[in-house]
């Protein structure tokens, strides 16, 4: 997760000044919001709760997922930065759908308490 908000970041440095505060806010807020809404729903002591901001840590995903490809269609991005967005989005869906059958598997009679896991 980390690493998609460090490229994200770094790829929308150069994108069109009238995008400030349009597709490059969107962009980096939605790779922060995956993030941070995870964190947060780790830290969570109630089933619900922390579904409920995995489910979040999704969506900003998703959103951000449709920005990237935005970005490529009006050729903000190059192809190798896109397929590079690409694959670490893929990374964290594969993590974030893990992690949620993990959760719900230990929060309904599976082994013990959360794992350490680096994001």
């Known amino acids: 997760m980390h690493q998609l908000v460090l490229k994200v970041y770094e790829y929308t440095k150069d994108f069109p000044s009238e995008e400030k505060f349009g597709l ?3 962009m980096r807020r939605a790779a922060r919001s995956i993030k941070a809404n995870f964190v947060e729903g780790y830290k969570r002591k109630g089933y619900k709760d922390a579904m409920n901001f995995f489910n979040r840590s999704d969506a900003s995903l998703e959103e951000l997922e449709d920005h990237t490809l935005i970005a490529l269609d009006l050729k903000y991005l190059p192809k190798a930065y896109f397929d590079e967005l690409e694959n670490l989005e893929r990374e964290v869906a594969i993590f974030l759908d893990r992690w949620q059958k993990e959760y ?6 599976g082994p013990g308490a959360h794992a350490h896991v680096r994001t």
């Open 24 to 26: 490059t806010s969107d």
């Open 104 to 109: 719900h598997e230990r929060s309904n009679g």
